[in-house]
């Protein structure tokens, strides 16, 4: 939807469009650019819809098509609408990238749609795939609200996927919380890299699968959610209070009791660790402040850290460190160097 709204602001298109652009793409004859003007336009009004559904079945009529029209445009707007997901802004969270990314994905769909409009089943059907894809900026997190009404946050430098035509199996690269919305008869699938699947109906839970941790981490917040591997098999069923982590080496599961809110409070711009080393700290350290950092080798890695971060900033955070831990830093831009004191 964003797209059109994009192109009624630039063509002010209020009541009327050009009657021989409407016979040329009934006529098949129209391009991509032409496709996304009519769709806008008929978007724009009630009258508009009301317009074109008449043109619609004079053409056919006076083409003698088997059919009139199998085409209700008002259901047709309604299910393109539905599948576009919507992006909830909040400070410091979507940026503009966001958006070009949802509008990217909704002019493939358009694309896909337009071209199966002659058929006899419904507005946009194709059996081509249409990915949409959100990515968190560095250093800022995003909440979105997909297709089926799952609300999902992402945190920095994350990345979500999924096709239109199968709105609650999605892929996941980074760190997301997902509140599923509940439907028993069509289980929601979240994909990690490594092949390890999560599969709810209906549940709150933080997944974290970081292409450069050797981990993929669930935790359960409340429902039931069973865990797959890369060859479908299930390895485990977390009950709220749960933690597993896969080993995508070994392809090993650990379960444990945990308290889960420490594990998604970074939604709601607050990360608590508790006893964490250093080497694992730095890694979240870097999503959470969009920084890069440096750890010289002669840093003591099993250095441990019990802290919470809130409106700290990187200095600060660091200074609280060197309370615990010999060591000097730099920063210089996104850059920071960490080096034994």
Known sequence: MLPCINLLKERKMEGSI??????????????????????CWISASEENKTQFRKIHQVFYATKQKQFLSGIDVDQAWNRFNSQIPKVIRT????????????????LVLLTIGFGSLWTKEHF??????????FEAPKGEKSKIILADGTLVWLNSQTILKYDVSVPRKVNVDGEAYFEVKKDS??????????????????????????SSEAFVETTLDEG????????????????????AKYN????????????????????????RFKDISFAELVPRIERWYGVSI????????DDRFTMTIKTESLRELLEMMQLTSKFDYEVNGEQIKIHAK
């Open 91 to 106: 400070s410091k969270v979507v940026s503009m990238e966001v958006f070009r990314r949802i509008a990217v994905a909704a």
């Open 294 to 301: 440096k750890l010289d080798s002669l840093v003591n890695r």
């Open 18 to 39: 050009n009657d021989i652009l409407i016979h040329r793409f009934l006529n098949k004859e129209t391009s991509v650019s032409e496709n996304k003007e009519i769709l």
């Open 248 to 271: 995508i080496q070994t392809k090993q599961l650990n379960v444990q009791n945990v308290s889960t809110e420490i594990y998604s409070l970074w939604k709601n711009n607050e990360l």
């Open 185 to 210: 008869k069509h289980p929601f699938e979240v994909s990690t890299a490594s092949g390890m699947k999560v599969k709810v109906t209906g549940t709150r839970f933080n997944l974290r699968s970081l």
């Open 224 to 243: 039931v959610v069973i865990i797959e591997d890369s060859n479908f098999s299930e390895i485990a069923v977390l009950n709220p209070g749960q933690q």
């Open 124 to 133: 946009f059907t194709s059996k081509k795939p249409a990915v949409v894809c």
